[in-house]
């Protein structure tokens, strides 16, 4: 499979080498100095674009190569609430558009837990949830996209939460989540349920982000040849 790699850095880099060991071919990379490729020949004549950038370059990214005929499948979080306008236009534009907060495939056995967990704890009131999660300096949205994935599925299946608020302040209706940078950390998620006489809590711990490339690569594999939209669940049929 012919894979382009939007976004060139630590986790770029280590997608390109997944994606090498797993027999494809990388026929273009993107960053910011040369976003003059999405109009070459090169980057036309990939299968599937594997995008990973900021907030603030995701959307257009995502736009530039879909309006180019190339499926891609996406990794950034902290611009998603412009993610259902590219959901339409890969529809009508007849290519594949893959995103979620999270490619590890065992942080989507934790969302599948945390939902689960979620309807269990709905019956006990005494029991207040909250979320920490911690990643490495570097990351520029807080929380992170897959807190807030935890956290939304939280709010709809336990009845006393209305909303998330980031900080550790609870307050009536509310889930809190603490969000802490900490050097290199590829990324921790938690939650708890608290209560006068104990706690439950559920943690996830990523070693290294080799984790997310081998999923955003299955992903790239997943895509190829569809259209529309998918996520993590159609993948791993959950």
Request: hydrophobic share 40%; with cysteine; glycine share 10%.
């Amino acid at each position: 499979m012919k894979i382009a790699i939007i976004g060139y850095g630590k986790m770029g880099h280590i997608i390109e080498q997944t994606a090498l060991q797993r027999g494809h071919e990388i026929v273009c990379r993107i960053d910011k100095e040369n976003l003059q490729d999405f109009d070459s020949e090169a980057f036309a004549g990939a299968d599937v674009a594997i995008e990973f950038s900021t907030p603030g370059t995701a959307f257009d990214n995502i736009r530039r190569a879909m309006r180019r005929g190339v499926s891609v499948v996406s990794g950034t979080t902290g611009w998603t609430d412009r993610l259902p306008q590219l959901q339409q236009e890969a529809g009508q534009l007849k290519v594949g558009l893959f995103w979620t907060s999270n490619f590890s495939i065992g942080v989507n056995i934790f969302f599948e837990i945390n939902r689960r967990l979620a309807e269990l704890m709905n019956r006990f009131g005494q029991y207040s949830p909250s979320m920490r999660e911690v990643h490495h300096i570097h990351k520029l949205d807080a929380p992170s996209g897959t807190a807030i994935s935890l956290a939304n599925d939280i709010i709809q299946r336990v009845d006393r939460t209305e909303r998330w608020q980031l900080g550790t302040e609870s307050a009536p209706g509310c889930l809190p989540i603490e969000a802490v940078r900490d050097g290199e950390v590829p990324g921790t998620h938690e939650v708890c349920y608290d209560s006068a006489v104990d706690s439950i809590c559920i943690r996830h711990e990523a070693k290294s982000r080799e984790g997310f490339a081998l999923g955003a690569v299955m992903a790239a594999e997943f895509i190829k040849g569809r259209q529309g939209f998918y996520s993590m669940n159609d993948l791993l049929g959950f």
